[in-house]
């Protein structure tokens, strides 16, 4: 309540009591303090001296830095008697220290309703593509701003690129903090896709939760995902027999395997030794095997293939197909066990889940083919990878214009995070 909204007798009893007491009342404000211009050491620390000093309560704080170019906003609560000195003294110092600096009144109804939005949910949209253009970035916004979503704040998430040695596998990814709730999600993705298919850049919605940054367990399709190719074709290839079109994998598996018949298994060894491990996969391992991510290989591929990765990578599960081989070397054209289609790739990621006592929510799958999508519909963070057109529209994040390594945007890894392996 303010002085001059006391009744009189109010009035009279606090000038008795501040009288005997000492007590000095002063009025409150709000001040949002803004400065902008060139970065250096200490700029932060001779603002907060003056502020310190005169007991200036922070209510909000943010510091960007841009190419050296550094923005600070501070909003302070204190006593309107100081509040003038403050403002001067900052004045001063930004004079000194050569940036801009300016001051913006908060009403205290201003500043309640600020704090009655807190509440409202967060989410995180990754944009990332080979290169960024303003194209791009302004076609993603647009969707945001028509989904009445509010944009908090915008980091780059990738290194700086070198304009004069760019390397082929270049690759940026910035990370835009939403506040807001989507008017229609499923017609915004939509329009996600539609720009990734037209604008070469991908993108990744996710709610902004405990579980986004704390995944633990990853779960990958082997063929056309961690490696270029399919390793029952180069099996085909080497058995002299031709293995076409697109039949239902569980209804053809048999009959395909059946071909293999009388390969000797050292063509096996010679196809592992020589695989195309996709782009992104070496880094993506190392980074994920040194923050202590769980791996698995769920794949409708064969275990001969796997366990070569397994042994390469350090991968902790490895669920393929088994070859059947007889006594003197050479495949059966039989399988043994239970073949590993997508229903069973779902099962084996909650299974692993439960082993590892990891949540549901915490857990990722990435793949490309149709049979990945029960598993990418059941972990807490799908990814189809350089996928067909059938898994991309039913697969809430994809990745197609940048190697594996993306995946590790999406989990909110930054290149400075990274080390020398950010830079691979």
Known sequence: MKINEIKKTELGIISYLCAQNRIIIMEQEQILVRITGQDRPGLTASVMEILARYDAQIL????????STLSLGILIRMDEMHSGQ???ELLFKATELGVNIGFSPISDDEYEDWVGHQGKNRYILMVMGRQLEARQIEAATRVIADQGLNIDSIIRLTGRKSIKNPSK???ACIELSLRGEPNNRQEMQSQFMKLSAEMEIDFSFQRDDMFRRMRRLICFDMDSTLIQTECIDELAERAGVAMRGEIDFKESFTRRV??????????????????????GVDRLMTILKRCGYKIAILSGGFTYFGEYLQRKYGIDYVYANELEIDE????TGRY??????????????????????VNLAQTIAVGDGANDLPMISEAGLGIAFHAK??????AKQSINTIGLDGVLYFLGFKDSYLGDQGRM
């Open 336 to 357: 043994v066990g239970e073949i590993v289609d997508g229903h069973r790739k779902a099962e084996l990621l909650k299974l692993i889940a439960q082993v590892e006592k």
């Open 86 to 88: 403050v403002m001067k």
């Open 328 to 331: 003197n070397g050479k495949l």
């Open 389 to 394: 057109p059938r898994v991309v529209a039913n």
């Open 169 to 171: 596998h270049t690759r």
């Open 258 to 279: 059946s071909l293999l018949k009388g390969l000797d298994v050292s063509v096996m060894q010679d196809i592992a030794e020589k695989l195309p491990i996709t782009e």
């Open 60 to 67: 909000d704080i943010g510091q960007a830095d841009i190419h």
